[in-house]
């Protein structure tokens, strides 16, 4: 039925709560951040609130990239001295932010893992799919974390927000991601695809799932148990998509 997959990285591939976790541990003790987080876990959850807000912000093109990478630790920061509008400002605070966000990158790069079986998973994928990375991480970032998993070959192409300028879930990058794979396929005399021809797989309701629908492709969402929204399949596990695709 499917001729080609899309799929997304951060946790659909790469494990990338693990490694966030891992890098926020490491922050909180190089900055000594219980002088305004009493605990690690206090921190952790004024953060992951406010940055997966900025996230879904930033796929609705409303912030820049340079802003969330600022504000995801601005932010948490200057809430915990009270939340008043002249902490925004604080030479030193933004500093720290700064600081902060430039380490960040570098931790979840050097703790990046990937899912457990994912890799064996995706090189059977790639042997009977041509597959295509569809993204919004940050380029150098996910660039290092493809050549590093050993799976690059594995990608026919790899299309990320930052470069096409848009973020999932605006249905043109889908159509960007499928214009690239069609621009291929036309240069080997192929037929090109068509929406019908393309899976979605990825983790992601907001991103994934709401931007293949957007775009009229159908979804493979590695869901949670017991959330009911709408997606063309539903699996627990990347390997879940096998016999969906025949293999």
């Not at 796929?59 to 340079?66: A, L, M, N, Q, V």
């Not at 995801?72 to 600081?99: N, T, Y």
């Not at 159509?175 to 983790?203: C, F, S, W």
């Not at 799932?209 to 017991?226: L, Y």
Request: net charge negative; with cysteine.
């Amino acid at each position: 039925m499917y001729k080609a997959v899309f799929i997304d990285w951060d946790n659909t591939i790469g494990d990338w709560t693990s490694s966030e976790i891992a890098a926020q541990k490491e922050l909180y003790a190089k900055y000594n951040l219980q002088e305004f987080f009493p605990s690690f876990a206090e921190w952790y959850t004024t953060y992951d609130v406010h940055n997966t807000e900025l996230w879904e912000r930033y796929g609705r093109s409303e912030i820049t990239k340079d802003f969330l990478q600022l504000d995801r630790f601005l932010f948490p920061l200057v809430q915990s001295l009270g939340g008043e509008e002249r902490w925004m400002h604080s030479p030193r605070l933004i500093g720290l932010a700064k600081s902060m966000g430039e380490d960040f990158l570098a931790l979840t790069n050097r703790y990046f893992s990937l899912l457990p079986d994912v890799k064996q998973q995706v090189e059977i994928l790639g042997r009977h799919f041509p597959l295509t990375i569809v993204s919004n991480g940050f380029g150098s970032v996910q660039y290092y974390k493809i050549r590093r998993s050993g799976l690059e070959n594995c990608f026919r192409h790899v299309v990320l927000s930052e470069e096409v300028g848009v973020q999932k879930p605006d249905p043109a990058i889908f159509h960007y991601a499928l214009q690239v794979n069609n621009e291929n396929r036309l240069r080997r005399g192929m037929e090109p695809l068509t929406k019908a021809d393309i899976l979605m797989v990825g983790d992601s309701y907001t991103s994934d799932i709401q931007g293949a629908i957007n775009a009229g492709i159908d979804q493979a969402w590695i869901a949670p148990q017991f959330d009911d929204r709408p997606a063309t399949y539903k699996i627990q596990s990347l390997k879940e998509i096998f016999p969906i695709l025949g293999i």
